[in-house]
């Protein structure tokens, strides 16, 4: 079972048409699911959209489609939250921005999960918050396409696990299944990984390790 006995016991519920179980299951994941809105949000949505309206959608959307989940309850309802909050956020990206630069409808698909390029941007513009902030525009301009390059440089695969693990804070387990890899891969990945972007940052001016 891909559930805690909590979740376990609330879907129970949700199974017997207890309406009430769903929206507990939805508050117990919901500080998890912020996390996920607030790192793949584009920033030019920073300020327009807030991530409680977005979760918000969300669960009016699971809501609706609760029927697909329980065809198979023993998978994480946590992944298929996530995987319903991903597709909301998808929605607000084209409402709000449409063609522009970045095509909205490309990000995510449920096979792929997010485009490479849609990741590389999350994980750039946040791993600036690990940098000091420098005063000059073309100093910090200059500082993010080192580290978009740096970026470039990962697998698609490699980056997406960041993005899980560290970032969305997904457990090694949820991360291998939004994958579709297995647990000791998506472990040895993110270990690789996290040591490559380690390196390719601390050569990085203004660099703060943790």
Not at 39 to 52: N, T
Not at 123 to 152: C, I, W, Y
Not at 157 to 166: K, M, N, P, S, T
Request: glycine share 4%; net charge negative; with cysteine.
């Amino acid at each position: 079972m891909a559930n805690n006995p909590s979740d376990t016991e609330l879907i129970s519920r949700v199974a017997n048409g207890d309406q009430n179980a769903l929206a507990e299951l939805f508050s117990l994941h919901r500080d998890r699911l912020w996390r996920l809105v607030t790192f793949r949000m584009d920033p030019r949505l920073h300020g327009r959209v807030d991530a409680d309206d977005i979760l918000q959608e969300a669960w009016l959307s699971a809501v609706q489609r609760i029927d697909h989940f329980l065809i198979d309850a023993s998978r994480s309802i946590f992944v298929w939250f996530r995987l319903i909050t991903c597709q909301t956020l998808v929605d607000i990206h084209r409402r709000h921005l449409g063609t522009q630069k970045r095509n909205a409808g490309n990000e995510f698909s449920i096979d792929r999960g997010w485009s490479s390029s849609s990741t590389s941007s999350s994980l750039s513009f946040h791993l600036m918050d690990h940098l000091t902030t420098p005063s000059e525009a073309a100093v910090r301009e200059e500082m993010s396409q080192q580290l978009n390059h740096a970026l470039e440089e990962m697998k698609e695969i490699d980056r997406e696990v960041l993005a899980l693990r560290h970032f969305e804070q997904l457990t090694n387990r949820e991360a291998a299944q939004v994958l579709g890899i297995s647990e000791q891969a998506a472990s040895d990945r993110y270990i690789r990984a996290l040591g490559r972007l380690k390196t390719a940052m601390t050569s990085l001016p203004g660099f703060m390790a943790e």
